[in-house]
């Protein structure tokens, strides 16, 4: 039984049936503060290098069949214009709202996730958890459906939040076999989940042609993949840093590994 | 089978543990399929930005 009391003074014995809030609270906290930090370094870079590519991406809409422009005409025609941020500030804003609160959710994420395997044991095997959660949300989804810019065609949405999601839970599903389940089998089944989504494959528009610039196009899958790594290490290491102050000692097996 | 899962946490905090830990997980799928995949017009353009920079799926 590791003392998991020492760091949680709130935690009574009395509370160690059905349910325990102060585990709640604790994941709340430590995903709170990470997800902060870990999003207001995402909303730093994207202002800094996503947005600035979407802005010079928009200036090609309406030069193709974008889906943007047609919204835009059939909405002038109702006359009824759905609310979006002022450019520049205000837009900037919304982006850091984003930005910071889905850290927080994607905190919460790899905070509960990590529980289960019994806990993150510092910043460096939080670096690891970070790797993986990038290559769940980043890596894997966007082998089929690459970072778009806006006036690029592309696939029917619905078909393509599903493939994203169901591409999403196989490759977390798959890492989780081949890294918990000490059996040769589940390790062979881990790899199918993750290349099963690829092999059915993503949804795909009817033409890759678009009038934005392949370059500029190229560029930002880069810096879009690159801002992601990073945001993804920051916010395992922000985990494993702050676990021992919330959690105690982590009952992980692999602690000798970090 | 069961004695081959690894690490998979303390056996005796498990059960209370797997409720507090599931809603913590449930809370933030929530968080990030609201600002990620929410369709209202309203949400889409205040996240525009992001969910581009994101690589999620976007109009």
Redesign the interface.
């Known amino acids: 039984?590791?003392p998991?009391t020492i760091a949680t003074p709130w935690h009574f014995p009395a509370?160690?049936?059905?349910?325990?809030?102060s585990?709640?609270r604790n994941?709340?906290f430590v995903?709170a503060l990470a997800g902060l930090l870990a999003g207001l370094v995402l909303t730093a870079m994207?202002i800094y290098a996503?947005?600035p590519l979407?802005l010079q991406a928009e200036t090609f809409e309406g030069a193709g069949g974008d889906?943007?422009g047609e919204?835009a005409v059939s909405e002038a025609e109702d006359g009824v214009e759905?609310?979006?941020?002022a450019d520049g500030m205000e837009?900037?804003l919304?982006?850091a709202?984003?930005?910071i609160?889905?850290g927080?959710?994607?905190?919460?994420?790899l905070?509960?996730?990590s529980?289960?395997?019994?806990g993150i044991a510092g910043w460096r095997q939080g670096l690891v958890w970070g790797f993986a959660g990038f290559a769940v949300f980043?890596l894997a989804?966007?082998l089929g459906?690459?970072?778009?810019?806006?006036a690029m065609p592309?696939a029917d949405?619905v078909a393509?939040?599903i493939w994203?999601?169901a591409t999403v839970a196989a490759t977390a599903a798959g890492l989780a076999l081949i890294a918990?389940?000490?059996?040769a089998v589940?390790a062979v089944v881990g790899v199918a989940l993750i290349v099963a989504p690829h092999l059915i494959g993503a949804p795909q528009p009817v033409s890759h042609e678009s009038p934005v610039p392949a370059d500029l196009h190229h560029r930002f899958v880069v810096v879009?993949?690159v801002?992601?790594l990073v945001f993804w290490l920051v916010l395992g290491a922000a985990v494993g840093a702050l676990r021992p102050r919330f959690f105690g000692q982590a009952?992980?097996?692999?602690t000798s590994f970090a | 089978m069961n004695s081959n899962t690894t690490t998979l946490g303390a056996p005796v905090s498990t059960r209370s543990r797997a409720m507090p830990l599931a809603m913590a997980a449930l809370l933030g799928l929530f968080v990030v399929a609201v600002s990620g995949f929410a369709p209202m017009e309203a949400v889409h353009n205040a996240a525009h930005d992001y969910r581009h920079s994101m690589a999620f799926p976007c109009h």
């Open positions: 039984m590791p998991t509370t160690n049936g059905l349910f325990d809030m585990d709640l994941v709340v995903a994207q996503t947005v979407i889906h943007h919204a759905a609310w979006a941020p837009r900037n919304y982006t709202l984003a930005a609160v889905t927080v959710g994607f905190g919460l994420l905070v509960a996730a529980e289960f395997a019994g980043t989804p966007g459906l690459p970072p778009e810019l806006p592309a949405l393509r939040q994203w999601i918990f389940r000490a059996s589940w879009v993949t801002t992601n009952d992980n097996a692999r």
